[in-house]
């Protein structure tokens, strides 16, 4: 079996940074990954790591840990349309992606 | 390209009813999956497929069948719909050796 564990709501203001963080318990892992979701639309991949570090891509960073299996995704400058639910998701063998419940970012003027 | 559609968007069923969610790519992907996503439970893995002619269960398969006969199209079939089926299904694709799924832009199932 498998388990994701991620905050389920978190708040901020325009132009600050936030950290959503996620834990898992899996087997067969392969990478981490990270998808937003704006309100009645479809999920779209933000970032992936498969080794232990951060990765950057513009104003988002996604950070592995798989000694802790624990991962975070970092966003930074804040934009009102950043407000979304964010997934972490697991890799498992590579053909089978099994997502967290989500966290809802609220991003406040 | 297209990438990833859905059809129907939205479709009301009674209690009993039997349907067919239709999934398309046309990005060449070899892997292709089916998920709910309920309130409050995120996103759920129905069924997955690695390519034409394999498919497996993911966490909540009952009451649902899919099968691949082409690398293009992967259905999911209900047999008779059931009030707990009410929810939004998102198919998804992913090529061999890319990180990136790409996710159409499901279907509103509402059973009565």
């Known amino acids: 079996g498998q388990s994701l564990e991620q905050p389920s709501e978190v708040t901020a203001v325009e132009g600050a940074i936030v950290q959503i963080n996620c834990t898992y318990q899996?087997?067969?892992?392969?990478?981490l990954s990270w998808y937003q979701q704006h309100d009645g639309g479809a999920p779209t991949f933000l970032s992936y790591?498969?080794?232990?570090g951060l990765e950057e891509t513009g104003r988002f960073s996604s950070f592995l840990s798989r000694s802790d299996s624990y991962g975070y995704l970092l966003l930074q400058e804040l934009q009102m349309k950043d407000s979304a639910s964010y997934f972490c998701?697991?890799?498992?063998?590579?053909?089978?992606?099994?997502f967290g419940t989500g966290t809802r970012l609220l991003v406040s003027p | 390209n297209a990438g990833v559609t859905q059809t129907p968007k939205f479709q009301v069923l009674k209690t009993g009813q039997s349907m067919t969610l239709q999934c398309a790519q046309d990005?060449?992907?070899?892997?292709m999956s089916w998920y709910r996503q309920d309130p409050g439970m995120g996103l759920r893995l129905i069924h997955y497929s690695v390519g034409a002619g394999i498919t497996d269960q993911g966490e909540v398969p009952n009451g649902y069948n899919v099968s691949r006969s082409t690398t293009e199209d992967f259905p999911l079939r209900l047999l008779s719909a059931a009030p707990s089926q009410t929810s939004v299904y998102f198919c998804?694709?992913?090529?061999?050796?890319?990180?990136?799924?790409?996710f159409g832009p499901g279907t509103r199932l509402l059973v009565l």
């Open positions: 790591n498969a080794l232990d």
């Open positions: 990005m060449n992907h070899e892997y």
């Open positions: 899996t087997s067969g892992f392969y990478g």
């Open positions: 998804a694709s992913r090529g061999w050796g890319q990180e990136t799924q790409y």
């Open positions: 998701a697991v890799s498992q063998g590579f053909q089978k992606l099994v």
